[in-house]
């Protein structure tokens, strides 16, 4: 864990005002040694022994594939009606096969699509394999949905034909997200079977159906199983994001939080001609112009007086963070397609990223948008604009700054248009403790499977349901990426290279054993 | 002509710097009596006699109001290809009717719809009436083809169904925009022929069917045709704007211009996740959101330098023709269905509307403009603006003015992003002589058919017909509006009134007779 340096031992839970690493020190407690199937472990502790699992995934690699092609050719877009069916297909294949591997399944209702009535909600596959109170529980999370792909979108293969090139890269969509990692799983519980090792844990499976279409009725499924379904969960480990690059893996500890915001400006009873009442009547697209350029300068810099007060500030410890981590500035030009990054450096680079708010204009409703030319005064208009939030940005405070400064910055204007201003959501947040048994074990494990520490990063987007099994179970959230930063996820061609599936399906039971073997923490 | 005073007799040829008012000026020429129908006139010039024509068109108002009646039952829809048959079926009916009074007819084509190769467009019906070499030649103009329409687009009839309610409103598509005048020039002839009153003029006219669609292949038709079909034409006349309100008619004598223009800033190659991105690359929408708000502000001032210096200065003498022009701000509020407007009086609305630029920001290309939330960084925004312009805004001089200010102001922002600034389309603003005789002619029917002087007005808005008439004829054009503000062009419940059909038919008769009387001018 050479990320994390040791640190004064003061309690972790994080208060407004404490050190940006504090939060992630241990407290002191005693050292329980526990039980582990290798026996009770001692102060030494041992490396679990895995050469036997990693061998039988080397050689069942084709038979894993050959499950990712399967999944693949299910279409289970969850954003169109049409595909529901294949979406609950989906569901069906998974609960076979864990069912084949030994597991108990349920498959889990979640009722009608709220807005679509006509629809039922694809069910959360739930599972458990094992079910050993001498073991460690882990709570995996993954969804078996996908983003829509046709081939004229630009598709070089057929997108649900998994196609494997020369490279290795396995072309489909879904491959990488989220079907590869989700299988990964299976595929730890089927080389275990098949070489004869017991099971390190007892493992709980939550694969929800909805993921790319919001996740609709998740949380509440989460909240109301967290004493019952997931009740024993000593931990939570969702593999659904992407390696920073392409070589070295990483363990994700932070996500930012999200405010979005619109600014409607309305004047005039109904669209004007600009020819007719050009110069003659307050424009809203001209006020709302005006006050969104008050927002954000061109370097970035947030211009709501008093918001980045609320930021935890970056301590030395801290920046020493950033630098071994595996990013090079021709990482950010090479996936910007262009070399407009605001920053000189990846330090600076990635915490702009990762650990400072942003603030970006999204677009404007109600103006006139399409290509070419029409001459219309747009009589209301939506502009709308999101920050990205950090620790330690409670969206209370957020809000009233930015709501104060907006109608502060019409007010000048002297406009008799109307402002309003308001949220439109928010989703806070996330950053867990790396120094936990959780992240120390998957550290271990990737420098098993791949034989360098993992780069200890935070995301700069937000995935929601990290958060809500944080909330929900009390327990430490570890996110394990599985893909690369190339898989083009959401996109055309989205792709899996088979080293990234293989040896990640390594990776997962590799982590599974040494989370047996980690002594407690926080 | 109480609107405008007698000034000092220069050429009345525009040049800049020249004085508002000089241009409407009448250079010293010969006074030459021409032979009217009524005989040789003299210098006290005698009011034509034109109660027989009056009484004629009342007692043929019912037939007048029935040939609307048919012509708007022809979904003429010029934007809509399935109506392109109705177009060419109005074109027919206003063919056979000129004909059956005595016209000389012919439907000219104007090939192949550039875009839409398999849709010809419709023709252009041309046909002169008499051809008296000692009678003024008049060449109108006016459109066959209507905007669309539906019922449930809010309309409380069938829209291609005359409906007349109690206070005599005449509902339906293109009544007033623009069938009601078209069919009033059909009115003014069969009234004379009826009455036994002699044509006081040769007659050309020229309908199109394609106006609502931007007038496809009409400027160059007309420019082939000035030294062929309309060669004779004295002057032009054109009925298809609108009185200034709902009681007092007038006569247009100028129309601003339009500079529409583009600003593209891009960066990315593709569009970005604002979580993944935001603040650490440049946003091509910030940039914009930045260059745009400083075109104009909130009261609708252009802050682009040295663009007002191209306006010709107010003198006080222009001023004082505000004065009289029946119009109230509450006329503004009624239209804007607000009290938004800048000004606090109408005379300095109207010089805004007519008289200054304007500047108005349209919308932005490229960015999120749906409903809801995305949080997308828009790769490329194209941002859309236009300046209305007046006299003596030359369009190479105001791009110059747009692009450099635009650059700079770019500059200024240090941005990695690239931004290109473009001219989409220009329209020049037109001003007409009111001191000519066409215009005093009209003046004099207006007076004469609805007691009052008209107002002189000008218009916010272009019609590109007007300039382009201008130009390939080289003789004065008037805008003699039949319908009132209160019509609705283009929108649900489109309406001409009974009274403006009826006197607005006694109007453009009158005008001729006065043509006839009229000494030259300019």
């Given amino acids: 864990m050479p990320l994390l340096l040791p640190l004064r031992r003061i309690p972790s839970f994080a208060k407004p005002g404490q050190s940006f690493l504090s939060r992630f020190t241990t407290p002191p407690r005693p050292y329980v040694p526990r039980r582990s199937f290798y026996g009770y472990i001692c102060d030494t502790k041992m490396a679990p022994q895995l050469e036997p699992f990693f061998k039988q995934v080397d050689d069942s690699s084709e038979t894993f594939i050959d499950r990712l092609r399967k999944a693949v050719a299910i279409p289970s877009i969850s954003a169109q009606d049409e595909n529901r069916k294949d979406v609950v297909r989906m569901a069906q294949f998974l609960t076979d096969e864990l069912k084949a591997l030994g597991a108990e399944v349920e498959q889990r209702p979640l009722g009608k699509q709220p807005g679509k009535e006509h629809l039922e909600l694809p069910p959360v596959v739930v599972a458990r394999y094992g079910n050993d109170p001498n073991k460690r529980t882990i709570l995996v999370y993954g969804h078996y949905d996908v983003q829509p ?11 649900f034909e998994l196609t494997i ?12 997200d989220d079907k590869g990692p989700v299988l990964g799983w299976l595929n ?16 709980l499976c939550c694969f929800e159906g909805m993921e790319e279409y919001g996740s609709e009725g998740l949380d509440d499924f989460i909240h109301a199983e967290s004493k019952k379904f997931f009740k024993d969960a000593d931990a939570v480990c969702i593999s659904d994001n992407y390696w920073l690059g392409t070589e070295k893996p990483c363990l994700t500890y932070g996500l930012r939080g999200c405010n979005y915001y619109s600014i409607s400006v309305s004047g005039p009873a109904q669209d004007l001609h600009s020819g007719v009442f050009g110069g003659s009547a307050h424009e809203p697209m001209t006020d709302l112009v005006h006050v969104m350029s008050k927002l954000v300068d061109s370097q970035g810099n947030i211009l709501i007086p008093g918001l980045m007060d609320l930021v935890e500030p970056v301590t030395e410890e801290e920046k020493s963070l950033y630098g071994n981590i595996s990013y090079t500035m021709e990482n950010l030009h090479e996936s910007l397609g262009a070399e407009t990054g605001i920053h000189p450096n990846k330090e600076r680079t990635l915490m702009a990223r990762w650990r400072f708010p942003s603030l970006s204009i999204h677009g404007i409703e109600g103006a006139f948008s399409a290509p070419g030319a029409k001459t219309v005064i747009p009589a209301k208009v939506i502009g709308k604009f999101s920050i990205r939030t950090v620790p330690n940005m409670e969206s209370p405070d957020v809000n009233k700054l930015v709501f104060d400064y907006v109608k502060a910055e019409f007010a000048k204007l002297n406009s008799k248009n109307t402002l309003d201003v308001s949220l439109q959501h928010d989703g806070k947040w996330w950053v867990a403790s790396p120094k936990h048994w959780n992240f120390s074990a998957a550290s ?43 898989d083009a996820a959401h996109s055309a061609n989205e792709k899996l290279d088979r080293r990234n599936y293989i040896e990640g399906t390594k990776l997962l039971g590799a982590y599974l054993h040494y989370v047996a073997e980690e002594p407690a923490t926080a």
Wanted: no cysteine; aromatic share 6%.
């Fill in 149 to 159: 792909a046709l081939k004229e979108d630009g598709w070089a293969t057929e997108p």
């Fill in 165 to 176: 090139d020369e490279k290795g890269r396995m072309y489909g969509r879904g491959s990488t």
């Fill in 188 to 203: 730890v519980i089927e080389a275990h079977k098949k070489a004869g090792v017991e099971f390190p844990v007892n493992l």
């Fill in 444 to 486: 271990k494990a990737a420098k098993q499977v791949f034989g360098v520490e993992p780069d200890m990063t935070r995301e700069g987007g937000s995935i929601p349901v990290t958060l809500t099994f944080e909330q929900a179970t009390g327990k430490n959230v570890l996110l394990l990426p599985m893909g690369s930063s190339t």
